[in-house]
């Protein structure tokens, strides 16, 4: 397994009880911050992992979203909330979802009916001036930390990777899939609503630019070789995107489809233990992936 940047810990949120689901980055040194701190149903594990480096949520300085979907992003409130100094980074078309939720909340009350407490727990509103709003191209200086901000749509047009140039550290969301420990494979991770597999090549490009050592993902853990990490990803998402073209042309129902990328994955994973296949079940669902790939090839279509 690739080693930890300096600096760097990293705290599994232990999802519904499961490990290598949801990783939390913490960045210790003199201006402890989280980046992705998961949703606050997970915040016992978060709190533990913080204990365990004799931290609390009130030491924390700030907290790093690369994106504003619930696993990654839910527990933000709740922490701005319980620490007042809190700042909270994120991209400017996240802001007036995390400063008035409903209508994310909704969205996604639609896709998770009664399962949302379990899975996701509150998801509080930020006050607009705890927010710090990311374009891309800043520099966030946390105390003797220079994090640097790459706009990076493709999975979410509100997307964004942070850098740290000085140990060549890329905090990717999910703009790297998901590659769990257990199994070499990374699985492609494209949720509706705005899978934008141009924007996402043109990311993809633009990061490999900076030459970045390490990937940190959110599902899960450091990666190593980004080229090659990305190569096989972007192999599996073009596949992928091909099979959702491919049976969106001969009309077939959405469970056949469905079961037509789970088949590939089924494939990829067969050599993998049962834990570690419902591990990424849990991490990346395909058939949320199959529902983003069709939203994205019916847009173009129109």
């Given at each position: 397994m690739t080693d930890?940047?300096?600096?760097?810990?990293?705290?599994?949120?232990?999802?519904?009880?499961?490990?290598?689901?949801?990783?939390?980055?913490?960045?210790?040194?003199?201006?402890?911050?989280?980046?992705?701190?998961?949703?606050?149903?997970?915040?016992?594990?978060?709190?533990?992992?913080?204990?365990?480096?004799?931290?609390?949520?009130?030491?924390?300085?700030a907290v790093l979203l690369t994106h504003i979907h619930l696993d990654h992003a839910g527990a933000a409130g709740t922490l701005a909330r319980r620490n007042p100094r809190l700042r909270v980074y994120v991209h400017q078309r996240g802001a007036p979802h995390l400063i008035a939720p409903e209508r994310l909340i909704n969205s996604a009350q639609r896709i998770y009916g009664d399962q949302m407490a379990a899975l996701w727990g509150e998801f509080l509103p930020l006050p607009a001036d705890r927010l710090s709003i990311l374009h891309g191209g800043e520099t966030i200086q946390l105390g003797s930390r220079?994090?640097?901000?790459?706009?990076?749509?493709?999975?979410?047009?509100?997307?964004?990777?942070?850098?740290?140039?000085?140990?060549?550290?890329?905090?990717?969301?999910?703009?790297?899939?998901?590659?769990?420990?257990?199994?070499?494979?990374?699985?492609?991770?494209?949720?509706p609503p705005d899978i934008d597999l141009e924007a996402w090549r043109a990311t993809i490009d633009t990061l490999l630019a900076m030459h970045p050592q390490t990937l940190l993902l959110t599902h899960f853990g450091p990666s190593g070789n980004p080229a090659h990490h990305f190569a096989e990803?972007?192999?599996?998402?073009?596949?992928?995107?091909?099979?959702?073209?491919?049976?969106?042309?001969h009309s077939e129902d959405e469970a056949t489809a469905i079961a037509r990328l789970q088949l590939l994955t089924d494939q990829a994973l067969s050599a993998a233990p049962a834990a570690v296949r419902a591990e990424y079940a849990q991490a990346a669902s395909v058939a949320m992936s199959w529902h983003g790939l069709a939203r994205y090839w019916r847009k173009r279509t129109a």
């Open positions: 930890l940047p300096p600096g760097v810990s990293m705290i599994d949120a232990l999802h519904l009880g499961r490990p290598h689901v949801i990783a939390a980055y913490l960045l210790t040194g003199d201006a402890p911050a989280l980046v992705d701190p998961g949703p606050a149903s997970t915040l016992p594990a978060i709190e533990a992992g913080l204990a365990a480096h004799g931290l609390t949520i009130d030491d924390l300085h220079r994090i640097e901000v790459l706009d990076a749509p493709g999975h979410a047009s509100h997307h964004v990777v942070y850098l740290e140039p000085a140990f060549g550290s890329a905090w990717v969301g999910d703009i790297a899939g998901a590659r769990l420990p257990g199994a070499n494979y990374i699985q492609p991770a494209t949720p990803l972007w192999q599996a998402t073009t596949t992928w995107a091909d099979v959702v073209r491919s049976s969106l042309a």
